[in-house]
């Protein structure tokens, strides 16, 4: 289906289960999103409860335009203000001091709120009839893999939204870049596809992601963007090795590579996303779920290669890597599985 505008009755049907507290699912074109009235602390509570997320964990409110930012916002500092300007409306989430009028249930009681104005334009016209900002999250289960078209949303939570509007396939596929401006220095908070050479061109300063400044939940082995399927990251050269040494006793094995097969064997489902970061990147949520319906004892990903291109993407797949698994198939991913403990981006 083609991105565009939605016939306006149904945007009003969207408007009116907010208006009435309810929750609902839209498009953007990132993932989609599990939308409540951000002034209705009810409403936002609802979301929680649905997606089985933590109340620690924030919510991203979405807002039209940017000239309604000071709203949500205690201050805008020149270095958002210019990211704005030239990323918005877009796939950039930018976390600014809090306005005092921001619900503590929607930035999990802190003192920063995120904050993005989404540039799909069934987003848009959403935004747009509501007048006032949306929260929300991803519209998936606490953990599980995001949405990428409205009948995963259906999939997932059935009937318990009672809107969800079809903007068709999200062209992105991956959650936005998110900022942290809250500091002298911005800081990239969470990969995305705005990468940090494109930030720097607007604001030189900003930072990656430092893994110091990530909120840890010690103890935690909640994985996110994660099929049921396990899954773990081969290295390529080892990938049809491991494979055959899977399949040796008759289980079916699922792999996402970057390039088709070098043996048949008819225990495996092997989807070549190709080597284009960007649509490698689209189709990622979207291979993941037809992977994880393959009835396969293990999903295999073929290791990305090096390179802020892929940054995303490996983001990504590192959360959605079971770590026992991964240090089973290949040692060399136990190292790198050692620096994405952390639990930001859900
Ligand atoms: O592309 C996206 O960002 C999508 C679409 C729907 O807009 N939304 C999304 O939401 O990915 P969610 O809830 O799955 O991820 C939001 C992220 C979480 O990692 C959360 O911790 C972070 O934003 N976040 C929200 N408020 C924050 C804050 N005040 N400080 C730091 N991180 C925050
Ligand atoms: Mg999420």
């Not at 498009?27 to 649905?50: C, H, I, M, S, W």
């Not at 089985?52 to 807002?63: E, Q």
Request: proline fraction near 8%; hydrophobic fraction near 40%.
């Amino acid at each position: 289906m083609v991105t565009s505008r939605l016939p306006q009755d149904e945007i009003d049907r969207a408007v009116e289960a907010l208006r009435e507290g309810e929750v609902i699912a839209f498009p953007t074109e990132t993932v989609y999103g599990l939308g409540a009235d951000a002034q209705n602390p009810d409403a936002v509570r609802k979301v929680f409860e649905l997606k089985g997320r933590p109340a620690t964990h924030p919510l991203i409110v979405h807002i039209d335009h940017p000239r309604v930012l000071e709203r949500w916002a205690l201050s805008v500092p020149p270095a958002a203000r210019a990211l704005a300007e030239r990323f918005w409306p877009g796939p950039l989430t930018l976390v600014l001091r809090r306005a005092p009028a921001v619900d503590l249930a929607i930035t999990g009681g802190q003192d920063t709120v995120a904050v993005r104005v989404p540039g799909h334009p069934v987003a848009q016209q959403l935004l747009r009839a509501f007048g006032s900002g949306i929260a929300a999250p991803s519209a998936n289960r606490y953990g599980h893999v995001s949405p990428t078209r409205a009948e995963h949303v259906r999939e997932e939570f059935g009937d318990a939204v009672r809107v969800v509007l079809d903007g068709g396939d999200c062209k992105i596929g991956l959650e936005s870049t998110i900022v942290s401006c809250v500091d002298t220095v911005p800081r990239v908070l969470r990969p995305g596809f705005i990468t940090l050479t494109q930030l720097r061109t607007v604001v030189p300063e900003v930072q990656g992601r430092s893994d110091a400044d990530a909120p840890r939940v010690p103890g935690s082995d909640v994985k996110h963007y994660a099929p049921s399927t396990p899954l773990s990251i081969v290295n390529s050269r080892t990938l049809e090795e491991v494979v055959t040494q899977l399949t040796s006793e008759h289980e079916r094995v699922a792999v996402l590579a970057m390039r088709p097969p070098r043996v048949a064997n008819k225990f495996m489902t092997w989807i070549n996303a190709g080597r284009r970061a960007d649509l490698y990147a689209r189709d990622l949520y979207v291979n993941l779920r037809a992977l994880d319906k393959a009835g396969a004892r293990e999903i295999l990903v073929e290791e990305v290669p090096a390179g802020e291109a892929w940054d995303a993407v490996r983001d990504r797949l590192h959360r959605a890597a079971s770590a026992e698994n991964v240090v089973a198939v290949d040692p060399d991913i136990a190292a790198l599985r050692a620096d994405f403990g952390e639990d930001l981006g859900q």
